[in-house]
């Protein structure tokens, strides 16, 4: 991790901080509109707080572009630097687009579809479990 990623970790703690003290002292309300949270405060620290929030996920995101990985002794590289001067790529991905019940699948190859299909099964699981016992 270099230190824009970790400077970016850092500030989204401070964020989240600032925004649960002002819950905790009555400042800022917290509540769920069917799965997305919802906030609302008045007051300069839960203002503060929500501009570190998104100052912190730009910082990590810029801080993550680009950067050189070193995983259990193996060096990796992000993509476009790898495969500057020859112009193929080796990355797979894939998503999956829920339009109400309709899933709508794409991807790179197959390998990547299934994968981020069952993914997305896990993460609707999971959604269920917290909307029904939390």
């Known amino acids: 991790m270099n230190y824009r990623t970790l400077l970016g970790v850092l500030i989204l703690i401070a964020g989240a901080a600032l925004i649960s003290k002002e819950v905790v002292t009555g400042n800022a309300s917290v509540g769920l509109a069917f799965i997305v949270p919802i906030i609302t405060g008045s007051g300069l620290q839960f203002l503060f707080g929500m501009l570190c929030i998104f100052v912190g996920i730009i910082t990590v995101v810029m801080g993550m572009a680009g950067e050189h990985h070193v995983i259990d002794g193996r060096e ?9 001067g020859n112009g193929r790529s080796k990355v797979r991905t894939g998503g999956v687009l829920l339009i109400g019940p309709l899933p709508i699948s794409f991807g790179s190859d197959a390998g990547a579809m299934h994968m981020a299909q069952i993914l997305a099964v896990i993460m609707l ?10």
């Open 76 to 84: 990796f590289e992000s993509p476009d630097a790898k495969n500057k």
């Open 125 to 134: 699981l999971l959604a269920l479990v917290f909307l029904l016992f939390f």
